[in-house]
């Protein structure tokens, strides 16, 4: 999916040089024409040069099952950009294209124009001689002028910043944001999601059959069984949140959540048992826009509404379960409200796939932000223990953008509400989703991490590396789609050294087997032994580094500070147990080190 731009002058933006609509009149080299493919199914050529399209026409129709062209062409080898020129009339929305680049196939967007635009398709490696380019039908009407290879150098991904939205975020979260943001551009995190309240093992023996044991570093889940309308209908979230919780405990494992929300109300609930068709919406598909006829701008519109109260009791039943994560050390990759722009434009929420986009951007953001301080916000509840509700202060908040549709940025909540950016993409399976990479990175590079949050295809390893594409990390969704992938494929992809898989992460804090804070020889207890290891430690860069206490990837004086923080800390004290044993300072210690040198300890001989 990739975002659109009018080709009116020659500038130059993100990075990217942008030509005239004439671009292989203006521009010839390496473009191709549309209406000069040697195959053409289904398709109708205008010959025309007054509508601003190049050439001597352009192709019309991709409206029918089985519609496309290919062509064959030459360019010497390099790294490039693919552009496809295009329109799209006005009044019918966006629309969806195929594309072939030898054997690579992709999907993208079009955004609807009037006027002959240009889409970054992707990047691909040619190695010269004859290459098959081709576009094929996905969904709409639009016109296709010609396809273009440009040159492409990639940018550098600039470092992103470990601060968090949250100013109370505690010390594991704040410790997981250091180590993602750390690896960020270099390494990239294994994630899968799972098959939820299902009490099914995690990963399945599908996976590891595939993966030759190697496990996601990211268990992804979903809270959506426990939305207050599914409990009502007899939903049973099997203790999801606790199994997630258990398996980062066990076995020192990342988090991350969604909510497909079924609506607070109204659910359009329609009665078709076991023979539901692709047009019912029973209660079970409440999260669909279809599938309720809940008004949210009306209820943000009034606070005091019973409806306004129900979006809060709905984001209360799932602070109940983040709570749980909490009070367990547990961070959470925080994805709510996904995929809310869905198909629509950046001005309504026609198109929208969940209700929570269904009233445009402006609803969504609102709603965002209801949740965001909702969820962060301390406050008098009787329904929670003591009668107070305390706040959370655990989760890393992920938008889920829509990059490549009109308007997106409109969606956007707010830097100071986001943590990082993902992506969804669901594409061919031999689709690098380099397209769909830069389109985003050209508007986050630097201010926030890119994950590719959910998917329907792997990320392929050595594509990552030639495109320079850094997703923070990927989680394919569900098993299903394991089913396009050989396990040589699966494998390959774990075992890159960009990939970071379960066996690979540092130890976490709130992992079963962490030491206690500041034990960095993992002895059982904060004493001078710890300190001989951060000192020989100091000004090391790495990951698993023993006295890297705050998860950095750097020894420096916070390690110190928190092994002196702990210092005299005994075995089954918990973090955070003030000592009453007296911190030598350093030059105490290197006083005691000299000694330690001079005088070495010899036990006495046995008779």
């Known amino acids: 999916m990739h975002r659109a731009v009018v080709l009116t002058a020659v500038f130059f933006t993100a990075g990217h040089t942008i030509w005239a609509a004439g671009v292989c009149d203006l521009s010839p080299l390496y473009c191709y024409e549309a209406e000069n493919a040697t195959t053409k199914v289904g398709l109708t050529t205008v010959n025309t ?64 124009s009037g006027i002959f ?62 180590y993602m943001t750390g690896i960020y551009g270099q390494k990239t995190l294994a994630g899968h999601q799972q098959d939820e309240s299902k009490n099914l093992a ?83 598909r409440g999260f669909y826009t279809q599938g309720t006829t809940f008004n949210l701008a009306g209820a943000l519109a009034n606070p005091s509404g019973s409806d306004y109260q129900l979006i809060l009791r709905d984001i209360d039943a799932i602070s109940r379960e983040l709570l749980k994560f909490q009070n367990a050390g547990v961070p959470v990759i925080w994805r709510p409200l996904h995929e809310a722009q869905g198909n629509a434009n950046g001005t309504s929420g026609n198109g929208a796939w969940f209700w929570w986009g269904a009233a445009g951007p402006d609803a969504f953001k609102q709603l965002w932000r209801l949740m965001y301080n909702r969820l962060q916000t301390p406050r008098a509840d009787a329904s929670f223990p003591g009668g107070q509700y305390p706040g959370l202060h655990n989760l890393i908040w992920e938008f889920t953008s829509s990059a490549a549709k009109t308007g997106y940025l409109n969606w956007y909540p707010g830097d100071d509400v986001v943590d990082m950016v993902g992506l969804d993409i669901y594409t061919d399976p031999t689709s690098s989703m380099s397209g769909e990479w830069y389109d985003v990175l050209s508007q986050y590079n630097g201010r926030k991490m890119i994950a590719l949050s959910e ?79 951060w000192r020989k430690s100091l000004g090391q860069t790495g990951w698993g580094l023993a006295a890297d206490s705050d998860l950095n990837g750097r020894i420096d004086a916070a390690d110190y500070a928190a092994w002196q923080s702990h210092f005299g800390q005994p075995p089954g004290s918990g973090a955070g147990t003030n000592s009453n044993a007296s911190v030598p300072e350093p030059p105490t210690l290197v006083l005691f080190l000299a000694v330690l040198v001079l005088f070495p300890y010899r036990p006495k001989s046995m008779c």
């Open 455 to 533: 998917s329907g295809t792997l990320p392929n390893a050595s594509a990552m590396n030639t495109y320079n594409i850094a997703w923070n990390y990927f989680s394919l969704w569900k098993d299903g789609y394991l089913d396009d992938f050989t396990a040589q494929q699966v494998q390959t992809l774990l075992n890159d050294n960009k990939i970071i898989t379960l066996n690979e992460l540092p130890t976490l804090p709130w992992s079963n087997s962490a030491p206690l804070p500041g034990d960095y020889n993992h002895n059982g207890v904060v004493d001078i032994g710890d300190y001989v290891v």
């Open 202 to 284: 995690f990963p399945s023996s599908t996976y590891l059959n595939l993966s030759g044991g190697l496990k996601p570093a990211i268990r992804s889940s979903d809270f959506m069984e426990y939305s207050p309308t599914r409990l009502s209908h007899g939903a049973n979230p099997n203790n999801e949140s606790e199994q997630s919780i258990a398996w980062a405990k066990q076995n020192n494992g990342i988090i991350s959540m969604n909510w497909h929300w079924n609506a607070p109300a109204n659910l359009v609930d329609t009665q078709c048992g076991n023979n539901c068709g692709p047009n019912d919406y029973p209660w079970w």
């Open 117 to 178: 635009k240009a889409d970054r398709a992707g990047l691909f490696n040619l190695t010269g001689g004859t290459t098959t380019l081709g576009i094929y039908k996905d969904w709409g009407y639009h016109d296709i002028d010609y396809l273009q290879f440009k040159p492409f150098t990639p940018p550098a991904i600039l470092p992103i910043s470990a601060h968090l939205s949250d100013p109370a975020a505690n010390q594991n979260t704040q410790m997981l944001m250091n």
């Open 49 to 112: 040069t007054t509508q601003g399209n190049s050439g001597t026409g352009y192709l019309t129709g991709f409206d029918n099952t089985g519609d496309y062209f290919e062509m064959n062409v030459n360019a010497p080898t390099g790294l490039y950009e693919l552009w496809v020129g295009y329109r799209v009339p006005t009044g019918f929305g966006d629309k969806g294209y195929r594309f072939r680049v030898g054997n690579e196939y992709g999907t993208g967007t079009l955004e609807e």
